[in-house]
């Protein structure tokens, strides 16, 4: 596992935020991690995603950016655990556009069909972020 933290601009005094990355594919991790961290996020990458949820329970993550197939885990069931046990935290897919997605995997979870830029990684991080930051009914 690798753990980098950069600062970020999204308040006057907000911290950074804390996005961890889950795929198998080293060049895909470092691809994502670098695009994160040179935006200013705090990055943790981890593969295989064994020990995810754990991770998730010991330190606040802000979102959570996963590949759907992963040896060792589905990525559709991981999301499931994800949202059971932190249902307000965002989770981003990343999927080759040559593979069906599986019919498991939630329809409402945001898609990033690889290969994808920078920029449209940064938008739609971007765009999770924000709603996460709007007022909940909690």
């Known amino acids: 596992m690798c753990s980098e933290e950069h600062g970020s601009r999204r308040g006057p005094q907000a911290s950074p935020a804390r996005i961890l990355v889950l795929d ?47 040896p060792a885990a589905s990525g559709a069931q991981l999301v499931a655990r994800i949202r059971n046990e932190f249902p307000n935290l965002p989770v981003i897919h990343m999927d080759d556009q040559s593979h069906p997605v599986s019919p498991e995997f939630p329809t409402d979870v945001p898609r990033l069909g690889k ?24």
């Open 24 to 70: 198998d594919e080293p060049m895909i991790r470092h691809f994502v991690a670098r695009a994160l961290e040179e935006a200013g996020y705090q990055v943790v990458v981890l593969s295989p995603p064994l020990g995810a949820l754990e991770l998730l329970g010991e330190a606040p993550f802000d979102l959570v950016i996963t590949n759907s197939i992963m």
């Open 115 to 138: 290969p994808f830029s920078n920029d449209a990684l940064l938008r739609e991080v971007a765009r999770q972020l924000e709603g996460k930051a709007s007022p909940s009914l909690e």
